[in-house]
């Protein structure tokens, strides 16, 4: 059986990361989730990895607390080194046992030390501090501590609540400033729109003339967004494309590398193991690298590390008479390979799509008749991408009882531009987890738990689209 190209620990689920950069490693701090009753406290577990395919479980970094200690759950924050070598780790305290002023679980600021080059962590109660008055108590969490050179002091980003105003619009990223990172001043907000419940998982750091801050949200979708500014102290515009992938990644978190920049995030697993179960909290570790454009925007795609760790051919007939033109300026048109795909696979197919079609794209394990399948839809008049399966539910036995009217996978879609002409689409199958990226800029995460069927095929409806070119390649380690 080959080995996965996304990390999940063999004794739970992976929760939100911490990610870290030491000569030329990855080091990958989690939440390690363990679906358990009654719930055992969460730890900071940790994996390493120098080329984003290969993984080395560490186990747990950071012990949570007792039962009765603050940090009976160890949540998110973030890793940094001072300037004297020692490494410091901020995290979220918080005990369902301590309730705060707002009758909620208390969410504390927690702090820990490492002069062992991160092997060992020695934890600081002394230094623990909640939200100050006018925050909600039970929401100050995922501290985000960050030099800012030019104003020579650390700047520390929390998710937080104001305390009055509309219920789903409080959330702000409050901000605390410290010199020695040690004592921290509360001063003004960092960013306030009124817009989100709250913004979980703030990340902030530069790259070129740009500034970028990146939050997790679940308030009108479960996603991580971001924002860009000329500085750290603003103004942040939105961006077109302002999200980095959909409803499954969640909770990213960045780290750079030799001038890149990746995106760490969780994909999340659904209850059951099926596709209609609801979506659960924590799941399977999936990395974006992010590419910034001439504009400053960003797209989103696989690592090119992923990517070369696929390099054995695997026959396909679609890929035998190209190029493959589907022209049906009223209809529908599939066509499917003739062979099983394996259930760990790298495709790149390139379609060429004529102006006026209304949607085009790939089929994943398919049946051979192309009517049982995943779809991975582009769908240009509406500037979209999707994922999607075939059959749908059927709710009773009249004919009226088939969801049909359900446009797609419920939230898994896509804003993408979609002009008349080449556009590639990339993907990564591996077991039950599908990632799917559109011209190195648009990233779809997903989950295919049903389907038995294992051929992949390409489609046209209403309009033309030509496929230029098809690979299909496969891991070859055991």
Not at 12 to 21: A, K, M, N, R, S
Not at 35 to 50: C, E, H, I, Q
Not at 452 to 457: E, N, V
């Amino acid at each position: 059986m080959k080995s996965s190209v996304f990390f999940q620990p063999s004794d739970g689920w992976v929760g939100d990361l911490i990610p870290f950069e030491k000569d030329g490693e990855f080091w990958l701090f989690y939440l390690h989730e363990v679906r358990a009753d009654p719930k055992p406290g969460t730890s900071w577990n940790l994996v390493t990895t120098k080329d984003l395919t290969q993984f080395e479980d560490q186990g747990v970094s950071l012990k949570h607390g007792s039962e009765t200690d603050a940090d009976f759950n160890a949540y998110t924050g973030s890793v940094i080194v001072d300037e004297t070598g020692i490494h410091h780790l901020f995290y979220t305290g918080q005990n369902p046992r301590h309730l705060g002023s707002d009758g909620a679980p208390l969410q504390l600021v927690m702090h820990a030390t490492s002069t062992d080059g991160m092997q060992s962590w020695v934890k600081h109660p002394e230094l623990t501090f909640g939200a100050p008055d006018g925050f909600e108590s039970g929401d100050w969490r995922d501290p985000f501590v960050f030099r800012d050179e030019a104003a020579g002091q650390w700047r520390m980003l929390l998710a937080a609540r104001h305390s009055t105003g509309p219920e789903r619009r409080r959330g702000v990223i409050a901000q605390c400033v410290s010199s020695d990172l040690m004592t921290w001043e509360h001063t003004d907000p960092f960013w306030d729109p009124r817009r989100y419940i709250t913004h979980e998982c703030p990340d902030v750091f530069s790259w070129g003339d740009w500034w970028y801050m990146v939050y997790s949200e679940f308030s009108e979708s479960f996603t991580t967004r971001y924002r860009m500014a000329k500085s750290p102290d603003g103004p942040w515009t939105v961006p077109d494309l302002e999200s980095v992938d959909g409803r499954a990644f969640y909770a990213s978190k960045t780290a750079e590398r030799d001038g890149r920049r990746f995106f760490f995030g969780w994909i999340a697993s659904k209850e059951g193991n099926t596709d209609d179960g609801p979506w659960q909290w924590a799941g399977t570790m999936s990395v974006l690298e992010a590419r910034q454009n001439a504009d400053g925007t960003l797209g989103f795609g696989l690592a090119d590390e992923l990517v070369d760790s696929f390099w054995e051919d695997v026959p396909a007939s679609l890929a035998n008479d190209l190029p493959t033109r589907l022209d049906v300026p009223d209809g529908y048109a599939a066509v499917v390979s003739d062979e099983e795909m394996p259930s760990q696979f790298y495709a790149k197919a390139v379609l060429n799509i004529e102006a006026n079609t209304t949607e085009c794209g790939l089929l994943l394990r398919s049946s051979q008749d192309g009517d049982q399948s995943y779809v991975l839809r582009l769908e240009p008049k509406r500037g979209r991408m999707v994922f999607d399966r075939w059959p749908r539910k059927v709710t009773g036995d009249a004919q009226w009882h088939v969801s049909g009217d359900v446009p797609f996978d419920i939230e898994l879609e896509r804003p993408c531009h979609v002009a008349p002409g080449e556009h590639t689409l990339e993907l990564v199958v591996d077991g039950d987890l599908c990632v799917a990226v559109l011209d190195r800029q648009v990233a779809l995460s997903s989950r295919i738990y049903d389907s038995p069927a294992s051929r992949i095929g390409v489609f046209a409806g209403e309009g033309s689209a030509t496929l230029t070119d098809l690979q299909i390649r496969q891991r070859t380690d055991n």
